[in-house]
């Protein structure tokens, strides 16, 4: 398959990629993990980002699209991608759709994962994340707490709520992406190619996807 995964921080993309690249061989492609694999890779244009990254300055378009040409022509994505996270605006929505008809590839569908805004703050405040660098073992509140002394069950280090996941940060969070990226909700609607999926639950999302795949 060929999708584009659209929603808010905290609405599951993660989850539905990694159950989408398990179920038909398919690869979840993000903006981040590109990045970072061209830049480890040394390439020309990894040198390129990496310059912008220490500079601690945003990777142009144009740059990040040329990563994303070379990374869509590997052979891992012949079986599929989806596409996590990418685009984040109208201007790499347009520029994405130029790079589709040049490598001849058809988009099969634009999934939005429409989770409530409650759900969401809900899912992201009650998140912890254990302080040791080389653990980091996700911990939540209410379903899988830590120690009662709040230490991670694996390294005994103390759990914590990191900085972007406190309820003010995840606010300012969602209203970026309400101001940016949600637009495209709106661009992918027009083209037709939108399926909007209100639901919470990750098999249900998962199950709509393939029917919504197999439908064509
Ligand atoms: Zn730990």
């Known amino acids: 398959m060929r999708i584009i995964l659209l929603g808010a921080p905290g609405a599951g993309k993660g989850t539905i990629a990694k159950m989408l690249t398990d179920y038909d061989g398919s690869v979840q492609i993000s903006t981040g993990d590109i990045l970072r694999g061209a830049v480890k890779g040394a390439t020309e244009l990894g040198e390129k980002a990496r310059g912008y990254m220490e500079r601690g300055e945003l990777v142009p378009d144009s740059l990040i699209m040329e990563i994303m040409e070379s990374r869509l022509q590997e052979p891992d994505c012949r079986k599929g991608f989806i596409l996590d996270g990418f685009p984040r605006t109208i201007p790499q929505a347009d520029a994405l759709k130029n790079l589709l008809q040049k490598l001849h590839l058809k988009l099969d569908r634009v999934i939005n994962l429409d989770v409530p805004r409650d759900v969401i703050l809900d899912r992201l405040t009650t998140r912890r994340t254990c302080s040791n660098p080389n653990c980091q073992e996700i911990y939540n509140v209410k379903s899988k707490p830590p120690t009662p002394d709040g230490k ?65």
């Open 152 to 216: 991670c069950k694996k390294c005994g280090s103390p759990v914590i709520q990191r900085a972007d996941e406190t309820e003010e940060a995840i606010t300012k969070r969602l209203e970026t992406y309400n101001e940016k990226t949600a637009p495209l909700i709106q661009y992918y609607r027009k083209e037709g190619s939108l399926k909007n999926i209100s639901s919470t639950s990750s098999d249900e999302i998962f199950n709509n996807i393939k029917a919504t795949l197999k439908a064509g």
